[in-house]
């Protein structure tokens, strides 16, 4: 029988996605073959598989922390929000159509019977399954009926580390106190707390781990420090998106309301120097090198947002000025002249675009998912540093453009003046298309840097400083012993 460890956090953000990729790699390093699991993940980030079906970006992740193919079962159920209210439900990688809140509470118990079956099909194929739970699992309010933490632990029967995040504050309240809110049968689950994002010599925190283990009952199994390590973070509260000091080149993607897939722009920060700023105000825009305009899960509103704000009328300016402009998927649908969503896909309605690309988008009924790879065409003015490049990523969009204008692609997208677009994501990932793109910036030679081969340095760095940080013997043993049938 496969083993399972179930990695919770005390809060949202608190690093069970790292944590999950890092052991990830560690069992991988150690001989294992093992692959992460979360049932049901809320993320505007996501990722198509080589099959053309949707999950989250961060599963995505640790599937290649664990050496193997991204796969729509180790995340069968993804929300992705559309409003403040509702979001597309999306199972084992297909919508299954847009729900307010209070009605997905009252239906997720019924996705439990795809969830356990993605589940244990995916354990028969690995012998350590890495699950990652979401958020807290003493949202009290939210705790009946549980998919994805505590209730999905109780029902795979998996050992359970409790990970807190030092770096914010009251990490004893935050371990201790979610013991305490937890039903006997689920703390009985919890067998090592991780004390995470430590600043400073973790010896200090001596008398820490003391305290938590004295009032818990319960091994603190490792003190990690803070790991200036370059993963993908899907999350909504990642630093990357708070970062605003600029840099050379300086890249200033407009940090739209509903911005999705912001891993698309991390190739750019493998080069020394180069910044990725995410504006929210025009009178931050400042004068950037590149602009960029992402992709985003709800076109019109950010559109709408874009105009009421100011933020496309500085946009626009820049433009006129010969700045480059770049538009991905969502954005690229805003640089086109109009968007129109007859089937309401998206509240209905027609709104006029940016007008910066001579091209039209209406939303479709069905939406489109596939991996692409191809090459840029032969572009025109600061562009044609990208001519011949050679491209991969994926497509996911509910839209349909049209237009007149210069292809960009063998694939699609277009390409006017200083002005570019098209719906691949992960466009800038090669070598080849960020080595000529920071050269055309920075007007100098600029070594290339395969994506690739920097991702999986980064994980052996990350899996370095977490295997150093925790005991890994007895991580090990609470997933030999597992969790004794006694206990249910």
Same mark, same amino acid.
């Given at each position: ?8 956090? *005390? ?146 029967? !998996? ?136 992709? *985003? ?32 998927? /969502? ?15 998206? /509240?209905?309605? *027609? ?21 692409? !790879? ?27 453009? *049209? ?65 150093? !940080? ?19």
């Amino acid at each position: 029988m496969p083993h399972s460890l179930m990695l919770q956090g *005390t809060m949202s953000n608190a690093g069970k996605s790292f944590l999950t990729a890092a052991l990830c790699r560690i069992f991988l390093q150690d001989g294992h073959s093992p692959a992460p699991f979360k049932s049901q993940n809320m993320a505007l980030n996501s990722f198509i598989t080589a099959d053309s079906l949707e999950m989250g970006r961060a599963q995505a992740m640790q599937a290649e922390a664990a050496g193997i193919a991204p796969d729509v079962r180790m995340n069968p159920v993804l929300l992705k929000p559309t409003t403040d209210t509702g979001s597309q439900v999306i199972v084992n990688g297909k919508v299954r159509g847009d729900m307010r809140a209070a009605a997905y509470f009252r239906q997720k118990k019924a996705l439990l019977p795809e969830i356990l079956a993605a589940y244990e099909s995916l354990s028969r194929e690995h012998d350590i399954l890495v699950i990652e739970g979401a958020g807290s699992p003493v949202e009290l309010n939210l705790k009946a009926d549980d998919i994805v933490n505590m209730g999905l632990a109780l029902q795979v029967k !998996s050992p359970v580390l409790l990970v807190g995040d030092i770096d914010r504050g009251g990490i004893f309240a935050q371990l201790l106190g979610t013991l305490m809110l937890l039903e006997p049968e689920e703390r009985a689950l919890v067998k090592g707390l991780i004390v995470n994002r430590f600043r400073g010599d973790p010896k200090l925190f001596a008398d820490g781990i003391r305290i938590l283990e004295e009032k818990s009952g319960i091994p603190v199994l490792g003190v990690v420090p803070y790991l200036h390590v370059d993963i993908e973070d899907e999350d909504s509260l990642s630093d990357k998106l708070h970062g605003t000091a600029p840099g050379k080149p300086d890249i200033a993607v407009i940090a739209l309301p509903k911005l999705s897939n912001y891993t698309d722009f991390d190739a750019f920060l493998q080069y020394e120097g180069a910044a990725v700023r995410y504006v929210r105000r025009p009178h931050d825009l400042g004068t950037p090198d590149l602009v960029i305009v992402p992709g *985003t899960k709800s076109t019109i509103a950010d559109m709408r947002w874009l105009r009421e704000s100011g933020m496309e009328t500085a946009v626009k300016r820049l433009a006129a000025n010969g700045t480059p402009v770049f538009g991905i998927c /969502g954005g690229y649908q805003i640089l086109g002249e109009e968007i129109s969503d007859p089937l309401g896909s998206e /509240g209905g309605g *027609t709104i006029p675009g940016m007008g910066l690309l001579p091209c039209k988008t209406v939303f479709a009924a069905e939406k489109h998912r596939s991996q692409v !790879s191809g090459r840029f065409a032969q572009l025109p003015g600061f562009w044609s540093c990208l001519s011949g490049a050679a491209y991969e990523g994926y497509e996911i969009h509910m839209g349909e453009t *049209t237009g007149t204008g210069t292809p960009l692609t063998e694939a699609g997208g277009f390409c006017e003046g200083n002005v570019c677009g098209c719906y691949v994501h992960g466009i800038f990932d090669t070598a080849e298309v960020s080595g000529r793109l920071m050269q055309a910036l920075l007007q100098t030679e600029v070594p290339a840097i395969d994506r690739k081969a920097y991702k999986e340095q980064q994980f052996d760095l990350l899996a370095a400083g977490v295997r150093k !940080s925790l005991d890994m013997d007895k991580i090990y043993q609470i997933i030999e012993e597992g969790i004794h049938g006694d206990l249910f």
